[in-house]
């Protein structure tokens, strides 16, 4: 069972214009929380981390939010640009996992001029 | 900056074949992990490693093995490949002294056929 959920599974919008992705984990005892951006081909390359202490990260125009009481994350892209069009991958960590990690089978955002 | 690279970005082989997908970390990072990514399934875990010739089975170990004989290198190796293992090889690395932010940095993977 995938203990990381991501909505919308893809997303289109226009150039300049904001949006919001979401992801709901179940994994417990949580550890921490990572949003990753992945190019078409490439490999994910870290956007934001937070721990349970962090209720938000910002990282240029992307801010990524955390309420660990309801299990819920955020990431809020500001301004779009072209570039932003990639797959948004959120990642857990549990305390009990070790090296584990738990992934989300993230959003695919496309930005149109 | 960090830097993982793997040797391969495309791979055509034939069922059958043994197949070797090496990658390569300049941080000294004790972890290095092996994961396929499919469409619809996100990233799945193949293997870990936390230190030089050892080695833990992740999610879906079957039908692949791994080698780490130096710390920088770990090697995912498809002992006979078949067509279900074509998919997009994705290697990372992390140190193992932070866990609380035991962030992964990713290669820019391989694109594995298997004809």
């Known amino acids: 069972k995938n203990q990381v959920e991501q909505s919308p599974q893809s997303l289109i919008i226009l150039e300049g214009k904001n949006c919001t992705l979401q992801?709901?984990?179940?994994?417990?005892?949580?550890?921490?929380l990572r949003w990753y951006k992945q190019d078409t081909g490439r490999g994910p390359v870290s956007l934001t981390i937070?721990?349970?202490?962090?209720n938000t990260k910002s990282n240029g125009r992307y801010t990524a939010t955390l309420d660990a009481d309801t299990k819920q994350s955020s990431l809020h892209i500001t301004a779009s640009q072209l570039s932003d069009s990639a797959s948004y991958i959120c990642?857990?960590?549990?305390?009990?996992?070790?090296?584990?990690?738990?992934f989300g089978k993230g959003t695919s955002l496309l930005v149109t001029p | 900056d960090v830097k993982v690279t793997q040797s391969s970005r495309y791979l055509v082989k034939r069922t059958g074949e043994k197949v070797f997908l090496e990658c390569v970390q300049d941080?000294?990072?004790?972890?290095m992990f092996w994961y396929r990514q499919d469409p619809g399934l996100g990233l799945r875990l193949i293997y870990f490693?936390?230190?030089?010739?050892?080695?833990e089975k992740g999610d879906i170990p079957e039908g692949y093995s791994v080698s780490r004989e130096k710390k920088e290198r770990f090697s995912l190796i498809l002992e006979s490949a078949s067509t279900n293992q074509t998919s997009m090889y994705l290697c990372?690395?992390?140190?193992?002294?932070?866990?609380?932010?035991?962030?992964?940095?990713f290669g820019p993977g391989t694109r594995l056929t298997v004809l």
């Open positions: 990372a690395s992390s140190f193992a002294w932070e866990r609380t932010h035991n962030e992964q940095f």
């Open positions: 992801c709901n984990y179940t994994v417990s005892p949580f550890s921490n």
């Open positions: 937070m721990t349970f202490s962090e």
């Open positions: 990642v857990v960590g549990g305390v009990r996992s070790g090296y584990a990690l738990n």
């Open positions: 941080m000294d990072h004790e972890n």
């Open positions: 490693s936390y230190d030089v010739k050892m080695k």
